[in-house]
Nanobody
């Protein structure tokens, strides 16, 4: 059974940093592009970062230059380093990937930025 488990969320002051983790179990994720999404209060879920199997990551404009996605295949884990956090980064953050026509999501981790 494939599972994605996020961790690392919490409450941090504006300008601070957090690192989120996404542990994938049930398969080797090195064959798939991996994504981070977030859902801000009263907003739709949005794609913010993609870590491809190879090559450079891509980012939404709202986080470009502040967030960095990485993946460690030996640990089957993806990370999201978030710096210079702003109040508008407050959201539930989800990791995600797609295999064939099926999508897999984690349960989400809450990130709250205090201004």
């Amino acid at each position: 059974q494939v599972q994605l488990v996020e961790s690392g969320g919490g409450l941090v002051q504006a300008g601070g940093s957090l690192r989120l983790s996404c542990l994938v179990s049930g398969l080797a994720f090195n064959g798939y592009a991996m994504n981070w999404y977030r859902q801000r209060p009263e907003k739709e879920r949005e794609l913010i970062a993609t870590a491809p199997m190879a090559g450079p990551a891509t980012y939404a404009d709202s986080v470009k230059g502040r967030f960095t996605v990485s993946r460690v295949h030996a640990k089957n884990t993806m990370y999201l380093q978030m710096n210079s956090l702003k109040s508008e980064d407050t959201a539930v953050y989800y990791c995600h990937f797609k295999r064939d026509s099926r999508e897999y999501w984690g349960q989400g981790t809450q990130v709250t930025i205090a201004s």
